[in-house]
């Protein structure tokens, strides 16, 4: 199973991004796909996830200016505007799938896009 992440880039305070991640080695419908993000000396954090094949979910930090979405059951995409300095971090996609969706655990991960907000 491979997870690829892609998109990110050098943007300025204000700008707009989209992140893209294409899964592939299996069925991934039963699945929900999600976007983590880990700031240099910080955890990696959950930003957004699918849920199902029909809603989406992003966290209350960055809720007003990231959507989650989807148009497969392989492929997701984080769009991100009015980008701010604190959103600097590397992004990872992530898969989870059947009875591990229920117990919070992803079960398989991208190698990550760099997103770097120059302010």
């Known amino acids: 199973v491979q997870l690829q992440a892609s998109g990110g880039g050098l943007v300025q305070a204000g700008d707009s991004l989209r992140l893209s991640c294409t899964a592939s080695g299996r069925t991934f419908t039963n699945c929900n796909m999600a976007w983590f993000r880990q700031a240099p000396g910080k955890e990696r954090a959950i930003v957004g996830q699918?849920?199902?094949?029909?809603?989406t979910h992003v966290v209350d930090s960055v809720k007003g200016r990231f959507t989650v979405s989807s148009d497969s059951a392989n492929v997701v995409y984080l769009q991100m505007n009015s980008l701010k300095s604190e959103d600097t971090a590397k992004y990872y996609c992530?898969?989870?799938?059947?009875?591990?969706?229920?117990?919070?655990?992803?079960?398989?991960w991208g190698q990550g896009t760099q997103v770097t907000v120059s302010s």
């Open positions: 699918t849920i199902g094949t029909r809603s």
């Open positions: 992530a898969a989870t799938c059947g009875p591990s969706r229920f117990r919070g655990s992803w079960d398989y």
